[in-house]
């Protein structure tokens, strides 16, 4: 596909007119993704959330989109953010996503009880996301479930998948269960490359 190679080959000005004359015929979420996205790296953002809009406005019921948007507005309303994640589960109960990053967004609203109902929903569709596993664990954790959050966060940081962030996470949960031990082997064994990530794992190194 000659828009996808072009934003790889990071030609931003042809993954954009490339993309368009795709989109002409086949209007879908790849597309849509590297029109945004060719649009955002030559520096136009409103540009990029025009033509979301614009997008949504034909096709209302486009998931990928739908899941699109209330991503993007996380950074600027989180109240926005789930009111639109909501409207996407209410749409689509057993859309995955939507119930990971609505039980996510009520994580930090310290809004446990229903956080952890929808983690629990997002679990059963995907249950080996380390993602899904990792915000689950994560929501058990500050219910003062330490231990079933060492099992569900044991399991997402063992995917070859596993982010810096997911491993984080499980290092914190054994730490709070007492599984100092472990702890320190498994700071040995992963390799952390990312200086916040870094710098966490040396605060959590100075509890064990």
């Known amino acids: 596909m000659q828009a996808q190679a072009a934003f790889v080959n990071k030609d931003f000005e042809k993954a954009l007119n490339e993309g368009k004359i795709a989109y002409q015929t086949q209007p879908d979420p790849l597309h849509t993704r590297i029109i945004m996205a060719s649009l955002e790296r030559l520096g136009k953002a409103d540009e990029s959330e025009q ?71 997002a679990v059963e569709l995907v249950p080996n996301s380390p993602e899904i596993l990792d915000t689950y664990g994560e929501i058990l954790l500050l219910k003062g479930n330490a231990k079933q959050a060492v099992e569900v966060l044991e399991k997402s940081a063992s995917s070859p998948s596993a982010s810096e962030t997911v491993k984080l996470h499980y290092l914190q949960a054994l730490v709070s269960n007492g599984q100092t031990d472990m702890a320190k082997r498994k700071i040995k064994q992963y390799q952390f490359v990312t200086p916040a990530i870094v710098e966490q794992i040396k605060a959590l190194e100075q509890k064990l």
């Open 51 to 121: 033509f979301l809009q614009n997008h949504l406005k034909q096709f209302p019921n486009d998931q990928s989109a739908l899941l699109l948007s209330a991503e993007r507005s996380i950074a600027n309303s989180t109240d926005e953010a789930i009111t639109k994640y909501e409207n996407i589960v209410k749409a689509n109960p057993k859309n995955a996503v939507a119930l990971n990053n609505l039980a996510y967004l009520y994580k930090e609203q310290k809004q446990l009880d229903k956080a952890l109902g929808l983690a629990e929903k």
